[in-house]
């Protein structure tokens, strides 16, 4: 028996020996503050440099063009809001799509009690965006559209190049925004081919620490930023740095892509293996397309509550989520298995399960028998 098969790989990830060695070193020896003159604050200056520097080449745009935040929801934020707020003489007229992120969501709601109006693009069944649909939402006043890269529930990968190569030759000042936090470190993330103004990142998904992110802005746009202070991250982000968390994600985003080709097709073999084996069970659907990315696998185990599975598979070892993690402790359903035209009882039995490249076979093959008595074992008891 296994004693831990973590599956909740899209929540969070463990933080690896190699990144935490990282962040120790950073932690108790460049711990000098980044801003200070002498030769600890330089050296920690460097380490962060560094981090940029790594981040950059991981998306192949130059370092100036990386600032570090305190993580996803904070990149978001700034991306969103910043950018609105900064060309709004440009237009108030913003784009997004009704499966973003919460930190993605509630940025547009709390623009539009600012004056700002939102077009929210319906997905269809497997989750995916048309881009005609986002070039036909396109007015002469729209100044933003937010798409995210890689869906955290359900792994649709959308037409990010499409979108971006069709907004610009038809409006070339809409500033474009993708949240790529969930495709970051697994699938090519690619700004100037996107053609992206502004991404958002994430170490926590990379198996980096939790509370660290950066965002990609490309030169030129200045989006205005949330905070006042000392001046860091110029001025986009003020705030003494997190140098060891900065160190850690620089480490993480460095691992992941050395392995990324590797990693993928490794995930992209236990998420087979995970849908050859649920195929087996009866009544159980998959969510999205094949064509997904490989980490995330979500499936809807019909007259099964999602939740009574969550903690059934616990008591066994194996974490998994229902939906997203960042709602897991909310009754209200998913909005983004809402918007692929789920019902709400669909929506209740639904599971996500998330890999990371740590993941075995034997971890899979483990996971899958446990759900199959349980889910045989609940299905008896509900029909008596
Ligand atoms: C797609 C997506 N965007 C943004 C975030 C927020 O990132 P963070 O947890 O670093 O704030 C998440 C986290 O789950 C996510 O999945």
Redesign the pocket.
Known sequence: MLSEVYLDN???TVVIPEVAAAMQEALTKNYGNPSSLHRKGLDAERAITASRRIMAKACFVKEEEIFFT???????NVAIKGVARRYRRRGTHLITTKI?????LYAFRALQKEGFTVTYLEVNRDGLVRTEDVMDAVQDDTVLVSV?H???EVGTIQPIEQIGKQLKSAKKEIIFHV????SFGKLPVLPDNWQADIV?F????IHGP????ALYCKSGITPDSLFHGGGQEKSLRPGTENTAGIVGFAEAARIAMQKREENVQHMACLRQRLLDGVKTIPNVVYNGTQEAAPHIFNLTVSGVKGEVLVHSLEEHGVYISTG???HSHRTNPSHVLQAMGLTEKEIEASLRFSFSPYNTVEEINYALEKLRNITASLRLFTRR
Request: net charge negative.
């Open positions: 899209s929540a969070t305190s993580g996803g929801t904070e990149a978001n973003e992120h919460p930190s993605v995210m890689v869906n955290n949240d790529a936090v969930q958002s994430s170490a926590h998904k939790k509370g660290v992110g997203s993690a960042c």
